[in-house]
């Protein structure tokens, strides 16, 4: 160990204050970045619960709003308009005919039956009235049902098709409630 000199001496001596103000500094930039921080997660969480607010007070039938709960329009259309029980059917892919597997039609339906004993007995034969409509479907060209008069004529065709597997006026009516071709 070799003796030092008074210069060095003096250089560590005037490093070791450099290094605490360093470390001051350091602490009072810390504090002010988790200040920031904490500000910040103070609004964002403000903000969010009035968002919040906001959508509980538009919400139908909340209990804090002003907007009193009522029956839901499809069964105020029933009561009214004498529209039977709605049976849907999942959505299902089908190809087209004369396309060649190019087009496909994406459908879902919706039958309105007549009654509910008529209603228990579509859900209890479903496999045979799905068949039905997948084989009217799978028939029809791009031609057959662009166009709203094919679609009201699909309606009619799927109409009797299920009329003759259950009672004459079994459906009502056919709702296409999605009808993709591509």
């Known amino acids: 160990m070799a003796k030092k000199s008074k210069g060095e001496k003096a250089e560590e001596i005037a490093e ?30 403000a903000m969010a619960g009035a968002g919040f607010y906001i959508l509980l007070q538009k919400m139908p039938g909340s209990s804090t709003g002003s907007v009193t ?59 045979r009235v799905k068949d039905k409509i997948l084989t009217i479907l799978s028939a029809k060209t791009f031609e057959d049902i662009n166009t709203v008069e094919g679609k009201n004529k699909l309606r009619a065709e799927i109409t009797t098709a299920i009329d003759a597997l259950f009672s004459k006026g079994a459906v009502t009516n056919v709702y296409l409630t999605e009808f993709v071709v591509e």
């Open 16 to 45: 070791e204050p450099g290094e605490e103000k360093d470390d001051k500094g350091g602490g009072k930039g810390s504090k002010t970045v988790l200040i920031i921080i904490i500000a910040g997660f103070v609004l964002f969480m």
């Open 69 to 127: 709960a009522s029956k839901p329009a499809t069964e105020k259309e029933q009561t009214t308009k004498g529209l039977g029980p709605i049976f849907s059917i999942k959505p299902f892919v089908i190809n087209l005919a004369g396309s060649g597997g190019k087009r496909f039609l994406r459908t879902k339906m919706d039958l309105e039956i007549k009654d509910q004993a008529t209603f228990d007995q579509v859900r209890a034969q479903l496999p």
